[in-house]
């Protein structure tokens, strides 16, 4: 088991920014491939990206890049999604997932989910 607890949510004005947190209760969070999604009102789960073990992350598609950024923090067992210029389209669930496999075999299979946490962008 990888209890994850995703915090930081809430309802921001667009443009504004917001720094998600995703703690990830194990001694072994350093080699666990972490990923953040997001799941819009009538939509699809949409990948935002993941970071490995070595801190390198990816992220998939274009809607996000250049202003969301992930990263981790092994010592606080801890990974981040920094959004900046939010828009209204960024307005979804957003969650956390973990997993024991390496990032690059994973995709969305990822094992462990985070129950999510809300962003609200108005215009």
């Known amino acids: 088991q990888v209890p994850l607890v995703e915090s930081g949510g809430g309802s921001v004005q667009a443009g504004e920014s917001l720094r998600l947190s995703c703690a990830a209760s194990?001694?072994?969070?350093?080699?666990?491939?972490m990923g953040w999604f997001r799941r819009a009102p009538g939509k699809e789960r949409e990948g935002i990206g993941f970071?490995?073990?070595?801190?390198?992350?990816?992220y998939y598609g274009d809607s996000v890049k250049g202003r969301f950024t992930i990263s981790r923090d092994n010592a606080k067992n801890t990974v981040y999604l920094q959004m900046n210029s939010l828009k209204p389209e960024d307005t979804a669930m957003y969650y956390c997932?973990?997993?024991?496999?390496?990032?690059?075999?994973?995709?969305?299979?990822?094992?462990?989910w985070g129950q999510g946490t809300q962003v609200t962008v108005s215009s």
């Open positions: 194990v001694y072994i969070f350093s080699t666990l491939c």
């Open positions: 997932a973990a997993d024991f496999r390496r990032c690059d075999t994973v995709g969305a299979g990822f094992g462990y």
């Open positions: 970071i490995d073990t070595r801190g390198s992350s990816t």
